[in-house]
């Protein structure tokens, strides 16, 4: 699919480090946005600021870059006031779970029909790579020098618990998987939740000796695991690995919506 | 010891011979030197505090608030939109009457979004009851955090203060600075000795609600505190002078005023450049000085009025704006200067990181002469 018209080409070169894993999860974003067949017109973006909060501001649409952490409770007023616009979220890990942690749950909660694209590289990219509310335990960040200690959250499983239709994890080692996630997330009705567990090596990568891309798509290739497979452990009473990054499609559900047309 | 090291690191040093209890803040450009410095050191044990990593300013600032009703020193550091975040916490703290003392590493507010330095950050809380500092160097941000925290922990202030100082002209410029022993700040500034705190033993409650026969009262006891402050600001600023061999004791800073004509107000990093603009006015007979205002709440009215009693006129440099009204410093000097007859020029500059260089200064000096209106200095007319 050719989404070129799509990117603001004369705003390139991003401000993306060498090896950012957001500008793959811009490509499959837009990559699945044109197969839904809308036009420019019919799609707006929103994000609140980190990194990734800068994606809307490649792309040809109208978009409001709004405060950090509170892009969703804009985005609401969007979709109430023009319920015809499709409405599609660039966010953080820093932004939505942080500083934004209680805006996301409410919106879950109210199942409003946006599409949130979680950009989740374990660190606040934007600031210098401090520790983030996914930071693993032990990781290290410029304000955990010697390793997080607290224990942090899982996105998907929070949209899930608060509430909303449709929920999946990739990486950009799963450029497929991905585009069809963020595909069948626009195509359901209500919150739809996509997280990509994302390299940033600038942040995380200099802080725990990861500064090759290609080393990081090793790890999301080899400790990714499918959720039916983890599902299946857990049932047989066998361990999941702790650095398993589980991916897949948690949640695909019928939840009553808020802001759907019609 | 005199040693080469980035302003944020400057701050953090002192922050660290302060020894505050407790440290909570959230990151945010250019903010995160001090406290990614301050992490560190907690982490390598340089430092006895509780270093609380948070979800957003918000909590941050909560958080300080909390433990310093407990009775221990807390510090926060934030800029720009993270004090935004922080305005309702601002005004509780105090209220509450809770000595917190923050850094500001000055920046523009969003929108547009613009992470260079001005002052609409700190301005826009000029009214929350806090004090605010403004360091014109590396070496003043270091030590106005001494005076902040002994000031707003005396007993007759019992106030919350900003030191403000700019972000990146600042915060992430090298400069010399002296960092005083331990030994010696101690001598300076002794443990925080809370005036109340929360105690089981003896409970109280901070935050109550006031009914319409109490309220005002509470607002003028912060009122007769601020206008207190300006003389324990000027005792800590003596005291420091005789123990560190740097005077603060004046609330603002006079350079070359005695016999000029036209004075020059500032606030902060600009003071320096506006200081060598005025070296090489002198130099060619122009009658220029300067006033800095290192202390902007409490307004010091009565200093202002008498460093300024020779001039003829005076020339703002006023790095904020209240939209639909003029700058608020601008507005203070009308308000100390009204009945003088001393001519008044505002020139809204700087805003968003905008350089203001020493040929600025020089044309606000002749704009001034001139008797012009105030105005947005330096606007780009083709892009307007
Ligand atoms: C109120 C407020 N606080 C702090 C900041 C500073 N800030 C900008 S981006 C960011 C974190 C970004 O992290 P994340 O959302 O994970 O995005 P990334 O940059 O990693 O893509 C922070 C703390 C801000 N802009 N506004
Ligand atoms: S800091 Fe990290 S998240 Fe931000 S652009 Fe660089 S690699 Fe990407």
């Known amino acids: ?262 | 010891m005199t040693q080469i090291m980035e302003g944020s690191h400057a701050v953090a040093e002192a922050v660290r011979l302060s020894k505050p209890g407790v440290i909570s803040a959230y990151p945010i450009t250019p903010q995160t030197h001090i406290v990614e410095r301050l992490a560190e050191m907690v982490a390598d044990g340089l430092l006895e505090a509780d270093y609380i990593t948070v979800e957003s300013e918000f909590s941050a600032l909560s958080a300080c608030l909390g433990a310093s009703a407990t009775g221990v020193r807390v510090y926060s550091a934030t800029t720009s939109q993270g004090l935004a975040l922080m305005f309702e916490v601002c005004f509780n703290a105090a209220g509450m009457r809770l000595p917190l003392v923050m850094t500001i590493a000055n920046r523009a507010l969003s929108a547009p979004l613009s992470i260079w330095n001005d002052h609409q950050d700190s301005i826009s809380l000029r009214d929350s009851g806090w004090l605010q500092l403004y360091a014109q160097d590396c070496q003043e941000a270091h030590d106005l955090h001494y005076i902040a925290y002994r000031v707003a922990e005396d007993h007759s202030v019992l106030l919350p203060a900003m030191v403000c100082f700019d972000g990146f002209v600042l915060t992430h410029t090298y400069e010399p600075v002296d960092i005083p022993g331990q030994e010696e700040v101690d001598a300076f500034l002794p443990a925080f000795s809370p005036y109340q705190r929360l105690d089981a033993r003896d409970p109280i409650s901070f935050g109550m609600y006031a009914t319409p026969d109490y309220y005002m009262e509470f607002r003028y006891e912060m009122e007769r505190a601020m206008q207190r402050a300006k003389g324990v600001l000027k005792e800590c600023g003596k005291e420091f002078g005789e123990r560190f061999g740097r005077d603060y004791s004046d609330l603002v800073e006079s350079y070359r005023l005695e016999d000029a004509d036209t004075a020059l107000v500032a606030m902060g990093s600009l003071c320096g450049t506006v200081k060598d603009a005025i070296d090489e006015m002198r130099g060619e007979g122009k009658k220029v000085g300067l006033l800095n205002l290192r202390v902007f709440r409490p307004f010091p009215f009565e200093d202002v009025k008498k460093a300024l009693s020779g001039v003829s006129r005076v020339a703002i440099l006023d790095k904020n704006v209240s939209i639909g009204s003029k700058g608020a410093v601008g507005l203070e000097m009308r308000d100390t200067l009204y009945g003088t007859g001393i001519e008044i020029l505002d020139c809204i500059a700087g805003l968003g990181g905008r350089d203001i260089r020493k040929r600025d200064v020089r044309r606000i000096v002749g704009l001034a002469e001139a008797g012009g209106g105030d105005i947005f200095y330096g606007l780009r007319e083709e892009v307007l």
């Open chain 1, 1 to 262: 699919m050719n989404f070129l018209e799509w990117y603001r080409v004369d705003r390139l070169p991003s401000i993306f480090c060498a090896g950012c894993g957001i500008g793959t999860v811009i490509n499959c974003t837009l990559s699945a946005v044109t197969s839904m067949g809308w036009r420019r017109n019919d799609v707006v973006f929103l994000s609140g600021i980190g990194c990734s909060s800068r994606a809307p501001g490649y792309i040809r649409t109208d978009s409001l870059h709004t405060t950090h952490g509170r892009a969703l409770a804009f985005a609401t007023g969007v979709k109430l006031a023009e319920p015809r616009l499709n409405v599609i979220l660039f966010t953080g890990d820093g932004d939505l779970a942080a500083i934004g942690g209680n805006h996301f749950i409410h919106a879950c909660r109210r199942n409003i029909d946006l599409t949130v694209v979680c950009v989740n590289n374990y660190i606040y990219g934007m600031t210098g790579g401090q520790g983030s509310p996914t930071t693993p335990v032990g990781a290290r960040s410029s304000t955990t020098p010697y390793g997080s200690t607290e224990t942090p959250f899982d996105l998907s499983e929070l949209a899930m618990a608060a509430g909303a239709n449709y929920v999946s994890r990739w990486t950009p080692y799963h450029t497929k998987e991905l585009t069809a996630a963020v595909k069948a997330g626009l195509e359901t009705p209500g919150l739809s939740f996509i997280e990509v567990m994302t390299q940033c090596p600038t942040g995380y990568g200099r802080a725990n000796r990861l500064r090759d891309v290609k080393e990081f798509m090793e790890i999301f290739r080899m400790r990714s695991m499918l959720k039916q497979k983890a599902d299946r452990l857990l049932k047989e009473g066998k361990p999941v690995p702790p650095d398993a990054i589980v991916i897949g499609e948690f949640v695909r559900r019928s939840r009553p919506v808020m802001g759907r047309r019609g």
